[in-house]
């Protein structure tokens, strides 16, 4: 595909944004905002519930308006990643000039890259307040949400990219992760395609086909039920074309350090600087992505018998949940099935105990819902291990 190889050599040397890890919050976005002063336009748009100031970055002089936003829940931070990287590539002056000066002469691309301050530095999906931003769209009850209207009614964009991360959880019908994930929002009830969610959904199946060279069988396609409280459909109700994006998992990337290179690949892909346009793509190949499944775990510990049990082999399934200590976030691996339902799933990582006698937690019962210390073998020996996360 068309400069994608040399963009991949060429991409941790030139085009990562110095952002790591899952935790970013505002104070790790200043840096970066002063470093792009002299080629994007930095404006501070309005201020959160608590007092935060949210800052928009305009980029280009083109007539095609793109408008995007990043970090709507605080906890999903790979797209804002990705964003700056997008803005590294676009600013850097070396390489690939050409493909970027049509770029900044077709679009005016400006981006939100953390609507919501609040929850990023809480680590939490809702806001300061507690509300989950992405149902605002009709009360337009938070300070975050009236400054997101208020910028999609005075820019009037011909885009918008409605940039989000999912959970662990999700995989596709093929049994893969779902690590990156996509949404042409419905704009009624009945989920008429008009001709801004058609317009969403074919660029939606041209970036398919480049990430399918990178992750087959591992991008997924959500559930688009109408829901007017939510942002994406709003604006395709207001006959915008919106694409939602979903940074999820991809085997052992907890940090998602990988998916935000998949959504930067992504972006130049939309923007048709990387691959070649092809008329075979219709928006009805966006329907051949599969749905996005819940059918995924963090962790399946199968064939072993609990200590003070019959002799009965068993399995049990281990999410992460992911808590804020001290700056950093910590997995923390809870029960979510045993038995039966724990072999419904597919997991991220498999222990196989191969009939071996355990002690979970130093006790000899377990329970959903409970959160893992140490899983210890027969011998005395620590069967899981966390130290990867």
Partial sequence: MKHLTEIQALYKAHFRAPLEGRYIRLEHLFLLLEELQSDCKINIEGYSEFGKPIHSITIGKGAIQIFAWSQMHGNESTTTKAVFDFLYFLTQKTHFQD?????L??????????????GS??????????????????LLDQSESKLLRSLFDSLKPQLCLNLHGQRTIYGTSSNKSATVSFLAPAADEVKTITPARKQAMKSIAEINVMLQELIPGMVGRYDDTFNDNCVGDTFQMHGVPT???????????????FTRELIFYSFLRLFGMIGEPSSAI????????????????????????????AEEI???TLQFTEKLKDGAIQFVPIVSEIGAEATVFNAHKVIDCEGASILINSHENVFVGEEIVTIVGDKGVNVVFFSHI
């Fill in 99 to 103: 493909i970027i000066e049509v770029f």
């Fill in 105 to 118: 002469s077709t679009y005016t691309f400006t981006v939100i890259p953390m609507l919501n301050p609040d």
């Fill in 121 to 138: 530095e809480l680590y939490t999906r809702a806001n300061g307040r507690g509300v989950d931003l992405n149902r605002d769209a009709k």
């Fill in 243 to 257: 694409i939602l994006f979903e940074a999820g998992h991809y085997p052992l990337d907890y940090q998602r350090e």
């Fill in 282 to 309: 219709t928006f009805n190949d966006y329907f051949k992505i599969p749905d996005n499944e819940e059918n995924f775990r963090d962790i399946l510990v199968k064939n072993f018998v609990l200590e003070g049990e």
């Fill in 314 to 316: 068993t399995n049990c």
